[in-house]
Structures are given as structure tokens and as C-alpha cells.
């Protein structure tokens, strides 16, 4: 995740700057799949380079690394000091030493998706969504979801629950089951009645009082 603004700045659709995975830079569409929660406050790692740029993102998000751009990835939690990432510096993505990798409070939880799956370019660096096997299987996926409309769907049913997407959609939340003998036992009351009373509508009966659960 990055603490960059995309909701109400940029809609599905809209195009962005990213590069491919042998390094060159192309334009690519922002997918429905963005999350983008700007009210969320996260712990964000904070990379620094040799060359004094920075980019701060959450320990669980991928950045581009290795000798060559741009299809080798890691989360910014495995980044050591003197590893190789990638930015873009005059229009040309280039290799950067990580300096320093420090820890900062921030709001606004955001991940950028693009419909054929290339590597976003946010604060001049080179980042990515998901691991180097995930994207390269959304590169063929993400492009079938929009053609046939299905990508809502997709993140409903697939995708972890309770989160907010860059058109403004929030998946609803997990549902937390029951723990304890007294809740168990107030949602099975609780489906019985919802039976009793589907039974019996339009017969002239009342659902019954639910039962006290001591």
C-alpha cells in the first residue's frame, strides 16, 4: 500500500504511467481493482537511496529490485541497505542503491492496479501490486475481467473483504462467527425464527418472541 491519493484524483479508466517488465515505460489504465482507503492509517516503510529520493509504502508492498528492471520484485519489508530498486530519472527508469529504510505513521492506504498487470510508477519509483507470479497471471486475467464485465464480481467473490476500491465501491466486511455457547446459541434461535416466520407468512401467524439466552 502507498500513502498517495487516488480516489477522487484518478477513476477507473484514466491512464498512468507505468513500465513494463523489461523495463520499458508505457501507459497503462487504472483497473476498479485499485484500493484506495484514504482515511486508513498504516505504519509505512520509508526508502531512502543514494541519490536522496525516497518512497514510502507499506511493508507488505512489492518495489521492483535486482540488476535489471523490472520483472524481479520484493515487499518493502525485505529490502536491505546497498539493494538495488528502480526509479525514473529523466524519463528513463534507472537503478538506485537503497541508502536507508526507515519507519513512518501515515494516512491514506492506497495500491494502484492496471488492466494488463504493468508495474505503476509512483513517486518516480518502479512498484507493483502483488508478487512477480501474481502479476504475471493477472496480466491475462485482468484483461479478460474487463472485457466481459466481470471484474466486480471478481473482487467480491475473490478478494479480501471490507476493502475500498478507487470508484468508491467497499467490499462488505468478513462476518465474524459466533465464539461463545451464548451467541451460538442466540443465532441458531435466530434462524429458527426466521424459518417459523417464512412459514408461516401469509397464514394470519405472528412470529414468535425470540428467546432470552441467559
Known amino acids: 500500500m502507498l500513502p498517495l491519493v487516488l480516489e477522487g484524483v484518478l477513476v477507473p479508466g484514466d491512464s498512468i504511467l507505468v513500465a513494463t517488465a523489461d523495463g520499458a515505460l508505457v501507459t497503462d489504465t487504472l483497473s476498479p481493482l485499485s ?25 507488505e508492498h512489492h518495489v521492483a529490485v ?8 520484493k515487499q518493502a519489508r525485505e529490502l536491505r541497505v546497498g539493494e ?21 505513521v501515515a494516512a491514506g492506504r492506497h495500491s494502484p492496479v492496471t488492466t494488463h498487470a504493468h508495474y505503476p510508477i509512483v513517486d518516480g519509483f518502479v512498484t507493483a501490486f502483488d508478487s512477480s507470479a501474481r502479476v504475471r497471471l ?6 479478460l475481467l474487463e472485457v466481459t464485465g466481470a471484474t466486480d464480481l471478481f473482487r467480491r467473490t475473490f478478494l479480501k473483504p471490507g476493502r475500498r476500491y478507487v470508484d468508491g465501491t467497499t467490499t462488505q466486511p468478513a462476518r465474524t462467527p459466533p465464539t461463545t455457547y451464548n451467541e451460538r446459541r442466540a443465532e441458531e434461535e435466530g434462524k429458527r425464527q426466521d424459518v417459523f416466520a417464512t412459514e408461516n407468512a401469509g397464514r394470519g401467524h405472528a412470529p414468535r418472541a425470540a428467546t432470552d439466552v441467559a
Do not use: M, N
Request: glycine fraction near 6%; aromatic fraction near 4%.
Open 138 to 143: 493477472a496480466s491475462f486475467a485482468l484483461p
Open 66 to 73: 535486482g540488476p535489471a528492471c523490472c520483472a524481479t520484485l
Open 35 to 59: 484500493i484506495a482507503e484514504p482515511q486508513a492509517h498504516a505504519d509505512f516503510l520509508t526508502i531512502r537511496t543514494a541519490a536522496g529520493t525516497s518512497l514510502s509504502v507499506t511493508a
Open 84 to 104: 538495488t530498486v528502480h526509479q525514473l530519472v529523466a524519463g528513463v527508469v534507472t537503478a538506485a542503491t537503497v541508502a536507508k529504510v526507515g519507519v513512518v
